[in-house]
């Protein structure tokens, strides 16, 4: 399997501007998840799916942020309008919850600057 | 209240010196408890994983950790350190909520001195 895929690895934005990051999880999994860090603030968890429904979205930082999942296969992140502090590392993981083990996989990231 | 602690920011070890980066949880279940590494502009990679049975786990690249109930404490441990395990690492947990989220430490960033 390749992974999880995210893109772009790297956007550069200017402040206002609308930013969509896209994830694809690992074939099969059933939970995705969207993570940023920052220095300051580290790992924070921001929302996650189960089954393509929306869980958990209290990490989600305010109403410019949007996270859809339509399919098993696809996931956005999407920031209107967009912040310098917004700037940040953004992850998806996916998972597969079997007999309760929910190891999560990481993909690489998408490295956000908004200027 | 379900919690997963880092304690040490920033640890820094000698070369073949012995690491040990420290985890702590707080969980009313027994929980399913992980290491993450993540090299600098990459992503988080599993290095080991701790569900049932054996207590002392070992993982990639020399690692291994030991789940101890009596402590609530799953640290991390190498023999010997080398120049490549310079990264941050993150001790994880599922905490048994019920949710199938993992319950994220703050991170250790791993210093390895030549």
């Known amino acids: 399997d390749a992974g999880v895929i995210q893109s772009p690895r790297h956007e550069v934005t200017e402040m206002g501007q609308e930013v969509t990051l896209r994830c694809k999880p690992i074939s099969g999994h059933n939970s995705l998840f969207w993570y940023r860090q920052t220095m300051m603030r580290g790992l924070e968890l921001l929302i996650y799916?189960?089954?393509?429904?929306?869980?958990?979205d209290s990490g989600m930082p305010e109403d410019r942020f949007s996270a859809k999942m339509p399919n098993a296969s696809f996931s956005t992140l999407k920031i209107q309008p967009s912040e310098p502090r917004d700037s940040a590392v953004y992850f998806c993981?996916?998972?597969?919850?079997?007999?309760?083990?929910?190891?999560?996989?990481f993909g690489p990231g998408t490295r956000l600057t908004v200027l | 209240a379900q919690s997963v602690t880092q304690l040490g920011s920033h640890v820094s070890v000698s070369e073949g010196a012995l690491v040990l980066l420290r985890c702590n949880y707080s969980?009313?279940?027994?929980?399913?408890l992980f290491w993450y590494v993540q090299y600098p502009n990459q992503g988080l990679q599993l290095l080991l994983k701790y569900t049932t049975g054996a207590t002392l786990v070992k993982g990639i690249n020399g690692f291994e950790a030991e789940f101890k109930k009596s402590e609530t404490s799953f640290h991390l441990t190498k023999p010997s350190a080398h120049m490549s395990d310079a990264a941050e690492y993150f001790c994880?947990?599922?905490?048994?909520?019920?949710?199938?989220?993992?319950?994220f430490g703050t991170g250790t960033r791993l210093t390895v001195i030549p």
């Open positions: 969980s009313s279940v027994p929980p399913y």
């Open positions: 799916f189960n089954n393509n429904v929306p869980i958990d």
């Open positions: 993981a996916s998972s597969l919850e079997a007999g309760g083990i929910n190891e999560q996989f």
């Open positions: 994880a947990g599922d905490l048994g909520t019920g949710a199938n989220n993992l319950f």
